[in-house]
């Protein structure tokens, strides 16, 4: 185990086991490869992408389905190679957030999705080249569709239960 100071959560324990390593770093943030997950807030779908090279680098991220009804990522064999995905089930998905001002037009990068092995906790930001998967998506607004969505089904269909 080892102790990190950071700027918004003061000093965490992480255990190895929790390291994730980007072996080229994030775009933009190539000198950084060494990670950790943090979940502040018990029940909330936002999570922080904490560096542990730089207690103030950090990013709010999210699971794209904890916002969207779908997203579908093809990751090239090169990117899986790189970080060892061999079976589908071993990705874990999230989009950094943007929270402008007005933290009702925060947005995900669905563009630039982090590709995380959860077997051997490598990870890479990967590039989607699906005209779908926007540099901002609106989270709130995606929720919106997504409740629509699971609302219209469940009344067509009442013996669906609510995701």
């Known amino acids: 185990m080892q102790k990190i100071k950071t700027s918004r959560f003061g000093e965490v324990d992480v255990q190895e086991d929790e390291i994730i ?53 093809e990751i090239s064999d090169s990117d899986a190679l790189s970080i060892g995905v061999q079976k589908a089930e071993d990705v874990v998905l999230y989009a950094i957030v943007t929270i402008p001002e007005n933290a009702k037009e925060m947005t995900a990068n669905l563009q630039g999705p982090i590709v995380i092995n959860g077997r051997n906790r490598k990870a890479r930001q990967v590039i989607s080249n699906k005209s779908e998967h926007v540099l901002r998506a609106r989270i709130i607004e995606e929720m919106q569709k997504r409740a629509a969505r699971l609302a219209e089904a469940a009344k067509s269909d009442p013996s669906k239960k609510q995701e």
């Open 21 to 73: 390593v980007f072996p080229e770093g994030l775009l933009g943030f190539g000198a950084f490869h060494r990670f950790v997950i943090l979940n502040p807030q018990e029940g909330s779908p936002f999570r922080w992408l904490q560096s542990l090279d730089d207690g103030e680098l950090a990013f709010v991220i999210i699971e794209p389905l904890n916002f969207m009804f779908e997203y579908d990522l």
